[in-house]
């Protein structure tokens, strides 16, 4: 009898040391709840569903397609994406058109160019300006009326 035990805690071990490897290696599928903060680790997954507020303090890395099925919002109103309107506002989260540029006091509202060159810009007075750069320019104004 003490040989049966001895021998069923064996198999015991061996079957639980099984599970645990192929689980890490991936092969086996798993359903995994946490209900806690994981503070160091990997997490191996097709899906991560979760509810509630997410909060990382390092870096999202993410390979393939992301879907939102709600607004997008990068630190409050520097890049805001409306789902419900359709609209995209820079400086704003609350976009008026298709796409919305509220800009700092100072700043050009729109520029097209590059580190060295400006080709198109529309300065801090509504001003539209172009090729500044290339030596040759013209300006379009106009009062509105």
């Known amino acids: 009898m003490k ?14 040391t099984l599970v645990t490897t ?15 903060n994981i503070s160091t680790g990997t997490i191996n997954a097709t899906t991560i569903d979760a509810t509630g507020v997410v909060t990382l303090t390092s870096t999202l890395a993410v390979t393939g397609a992301t ?3 709600d607004d997008l919002t990068i630190d409050t109103d520097d890049l805001f994406v409306d789902i419900s309107t359709n609209r995209v506002g820079v400086g704003s989260s609350t976009p008026w058109a298709t796409l ?4 700092n006091t100072g700043d050009n509202a729109f ?10 810009r529309v300065d801090t007075l509504g001003v539209l300006r172009g090729n500044e750069s290339l030596g040759d320019s013209a300006d379009l104004r106009w009062d509105g009326t």
């Open 111 to 120: 520029v097209i160019g590059s580190s060295t060159a400006t080709y198109l």
């Open 67 to 69: 879907t939102l099925s």
């Open 22 to 36: 192929l689980a890490t290696a991936g092969i086996v599928l798993a359903s995994t709840t946490i209900n806690n």
């Open 3 to 16: 040989r049966f035990i001895k021998s069923r805690i064996i198999l015991q071990v061996i079957t639980a």
């Open 100 to 103: 919305s540029i509220d800009t």
